[in-house]
């Protein structure tokens, strides 16, 4: 009966005053952001973006606008850099919409910006084999990882990344196949 104590005396006697506030993360948060000040993300992963796709997407910003957030990095110029959201960023432009909402996170080196990026792509299961392997290889390029390590990242086995980088060794009409979906991985694989 501890509670009747409280009654009568407010709402700071039931709920005490004295909580501590958490501070928001400084230098991360969501704002509706000018798409004139976003540039692109030059470590890109997807190489090929599918047309009936993107207008699928397009006709759904018109329409609802964009749901999910594009993540940008501060370039300290008042300007921001896409680390992911190619395609929300690209169909917003290409609706005349002058903002765009995103997640503004600091990333402050290279290496972090494109492990994001292609993990972001490959969380979604939206690149094809080649692009994969490009963006593999990439980081390993780039970043100095081996295959082992990217593997961790990207949370695939060892021997997946070793697959899919080695599919770049093909000739190019057959990577263009690959890429167009007319011919499969396994099948690729076979070739090597």
Do not use: W
């Not at 973006?49 to 329409?63: G, N, P, Q, V, Y």
């Not at 609802?64 to 921001?80: A, E, S, W, Y």
């Not at 996170?105 to 494109?114: F, N, R």
């Amino acid at each position: 009966m501890r509670g009747k104590a409280h009654l009568g005396k407010g709402l700071h006697a039931l709920i005490p005053t004295d909580i501590e506030t958490v501070p928001a993360v400084t230098g991360e948060a969501i704002q509706e952001l000018e798409v004139a000040l976003i540039t692109a993300n030059p470590f890109q992963p997807r190489i090929n973006f599918d047309d009936a796709a993107f207008e699928d997407l397009k006709r759904s910003i018109r329409e609802k606008g964009v749901i999910q957030p594009v993540l940008v990095r501060p370039m300290g110029d008042g300007k921001f850099q896409l680390v992911a959201g190619e395609r929300r960023l690209r169909a917003t432009i290409d609706l005349g919409i002058k903002k765009i909402p995103a997640f503004v996170k600091e990333i402050t080196s290279d290496e972090e910006m494109l492990e994001i990026a292609l993990i972001e792509n490959v969380q979604r299961e939206q690149l094809n084999p080649i692009e994969l392997g490009k963006g593999y290889q990439q980081l390993i390029d780039e970043c100095g990882l081996t295959q082992e390590e990217v593997a961790k990242k990207i949370g695939k086995d060892r021997t997946t990344v070793s697959n899919v980088i080695r599919l770049l060794k093909l000739p190019s009409k057959i990577q263009e196949s690959l890429q167009k979906g007319s011919l499969r991985e396994g099948h690729a694989r076979a070739l090597l």
